[in-house]
C-alpha cells in the first residue's frame, strides 16, 4: 500500500513538474539525499502532503487508511474541474 501510495506521489510530481530551485526540506526526518524528498516537497507545495505537527513526515513508516482517504481527498479536489452552473430557462 505505502508503494502504491508513492508511486502516486512520484507519477503526479513528475506530470506536473515545473522546475524549483533547490530548498532543504521542512520536514526533520527526510534527509537531503532521500529519494522521495523531491516528489514529497512538490506534493506539500501543492497541499496534497502535510506531515504530522511535529514536524515529522515518517518516510519509513506504512500509512493508514484514514491518511490515504486524506490525501485522496485532497488531491482530486485540487484536480476537479469547475463547471459554470446552468440556469433554468422557461420552457414556455
Not at 516528489?39 to 496534497?48: A, E, L
Not at 515518517?58 to 446552468?86: C, G, Q, S
Amino acid at each position: 500500500m505505502k508503494n502504491i501510495i508513492l508511486c502516486l506521489a512520484l507519477f503526479v510530481s513528475i506530470l506536473f513538474s515545473t522546475p524549483v530551485p533547490v530548498q532543504a526540506s521542512q520536514f526533520s526526518d527526510i534527509p537531503d539525499g532521500h529519494w522521495a524528498r523531491e516528489s514529497v516537497d512538490f506534493m506539500v507545495k501543492k497541499g496534497v502532503l502535510s506531515g504530522y505537527s511535529n514536524g515529522a513526515f515518517r518516510p519509513n513508516e506504512a500509512i493508514d487508511r484514514a491518511e490515504l482517504t486524506v490525501m485522496v481527498h485532497k488531491l482530486f479536489n485540487k484536480l476537479r474541474p469547475t463547471v459554470p452552473l446552468i440556469q433554468e430557462a422557461k420552457l414556455f
